[in-house]
Every structure is written in C-alpha cells, then in structure tokens.
Nanobody
Framework: VQLQASGGGLVQAGGSLRLSCQAS??????LAWFRQAPGKEREFVAG????????YYDNSVKGRFTVSKDRARNTLTLQMDSLRPEDTAVYYC??????????????????WGQGTLVTVSS
C-alpha cells in the first residue's frame, strides 16, 4: 500500500483542520495518524481498525479529533477541532498489517506516508 497525506496548514488556536490520507488500498490494514513536533519523538494520535468500525485515540486528542476511513475511496481522514498550539507538528499517516490489535507504537507500522505540517498559532 502507498499513502499520500494532505491537508495541513496554519490555523489559529481553537480552529479546525481536516487531514486526508489517500491510500492505494485500505481493506487489509489498520490505519493511523502520528505526529512529530520539533525535537520530539513521533507519537501516536489516532487509529482505526481494518473494518473501520473501531477508532482509538491518544488521550491528548480524545474528544477533539475524529478519525474515519472511507473504504470505497481508500481514504483516511483526521478531523481536528479545538486545535491547540501544542498540536503543532508534522502529521503522518501509517498502515499496519493485522499482527497487532490496535497498535500505537510507530515500530508496529510498516508503511508511512510523507508528512503534512500543521501549525497552530496562539
């Protein structure tokens, strides 16, 4: 599978952005969003299982971000609301095969898209 992320940009605190990840296929993979801020390690943001029926989130974004998958269009989206300056990072989409249930560690994801920069100003 190949992944192509888009949708990043500059937004004020409290605003919203919607990220998209176009995949060559989605049916056999757990898909997720990660982010990496300058000087920090890459961290899990949100994921969705292969069937698309179960989404899981890091506590820092729960209630503000929504991840979804459109299997017909092979797209993964991340709706980000109530953005905060600490959400500023490069965001990556990633795919993992079925070895692990609801993976969160970057090492458990085999395929990565290029990043898209999200900047939240205060």
């Amino acid at each position: 599978v190949q992944l192509q992320a888009s949708g990043g940009g500059l937004v004020q605190a409290g605003g919203s952005l919607r990220l998209s990840c176009q995949a060559s296929q989605t049916g056999y993979y757990t898909l997720a969003w990660f982010r990496q801020a300058p000087g920090k390690e890459r961290e899990f943001v949100a994921g969705i299982n292969r069937a698309g029926g179960y989404a899981y989130y890091d506590n820092s974004v729960k209630g503000r971000f929504t991840v979804s998958k459109d299997r017909a269009r092979n797209t993964l989206t991340l709706q980000m609301d109530s953005l905060r300056p600490e959400d500023t990072a490069v965001y990556y989409c990633a795919a993992a095969d079925g070895r692990f249930n609801y993976p969160r560690l970057p090492v458990r994801f085999d395929i990565w898209g290029q990043g898209t920069l999200v900047t939240v100003s205060s």
